[in-house]
């Protein structure tokens, strides 16, 4: 409950917050597309920099064992979240399969809340977990995009086309450019050579991160209220997964070795569902999918729940494992 209580009086949550009231009230407050896209850029450059300085002198074989487990585990996050929409929602197979692209990939901005979560506690994440976050979208997207085209007629061409075109949104994407591109100026300019850099993504990240959060909080509102039908089954599917997948990033972020923080931040991204990646490759790959339903899901739904009680639950769960 502390930690619970903590997480809500923060200042990233309460922007959330304050977003979701804006416009329940229907206020006239909007933050201009330009600025929403500064803002992303801005904090996925910050975040890369700040893990390729971590991860200057990172062990090989280490990165290369933790890559592994982590595609692994974006392969079991997907089927699971794939065989729960079957059964939890009724899914249709095309349908199901575009839920286990969301909900196997991440979140990049779920990831930048539990790292800002962690620091806060005193247990900063290691960063590598900045490579673990692009590498986690790989298998999720192939597998949905797999699932949602086996045994349809005529798909052989679709489906390469789809898997091309999921790959492509990773690593070609603003979130992956962004990120590895940070990681690797900041692996190479090393902690004296990206001080020169630091009033400016260091020292102002908590000020754009809070600017940030408003504005996400105003467009999960939006997506909820476009929610009509069987909301019920789709509200426990939204926090039945997280939780899920959550629990199960703990016990691998902790058989992993990484630290209490580190832990915190892979069971988070696992339990973390992606709305900018992979609606652009269900869109592409499974183009009579309802990627409207997976948005309004994963950023109206599960991203909020993360943020207020997801966290704080893996911390506890964490720090539970480790004493």
Known sequence: ??????????????????????????????????????????????????????????????????????????????????????????????????????????????????????????????????????????????????LGQRGSRGTGGAHAGGSHHALREVFTGKTAVLLLGGLAIGAITGP?????????????????????????????????SELRRGWLRLLGYCLAVPLLHGVAGVAIGHAMGLSLGGVVVFATMLSSASYIAAPAAVRAGLPEADVGRCITAALGITFPFNLAVGIPLYAALAGRLAA
Request: aromatic share 6%; no cysteine.
């Open 192 to 224: 004296g050579g990206i001080k020169s850099v630091d009033a400016m993504y260091f020292a102002l990240f908590q000020g754009v991160l809070m600017l940030f959060m408003l504005d996400m909080g105003m467009i999960a509102a939006q997506r909820l």
């Open 1 to 146: 409950m502390e930690l619970l209580t903590a997480n809500i009086a923060s200042p990233v949550v309460l922007a959330f917050a304050l977003g979701i009231i804006a416009r329940a009230i229907r206020s006239d407050l909007a933050i201009p597309p330009q600025i929403q896209t500064y803002l992303s850029i801005f904090l996925l450059l910050a975040i890369g920099l700040k893990g390729g300085v971590a991860l200057r002198g990172q062990d090989p074989a280490q990165l290369a064992m933790m890559l592994g487990v982590t595609l692994a585990a974006g392969a079991a996050t997907a089927m699971s979240a794939y065989a729960l929409a079957r059964w939890m929602l009724g899914d249709i197979r095309r349908e199901a399969a575009a839920m286990a692209a969301h909900y196997g990939s991440v979140s990049a901005v779920t990831f930048i809340a539990a790292s800002q979560f962690v620091e806060r506690t005193g247990n900063p994440a290691e960063g590598v977990l900045v490579a673990l976050l692009v590498a986690l979208e790989v298998p999720a997207l192939l597998i949905g995009l797999a």
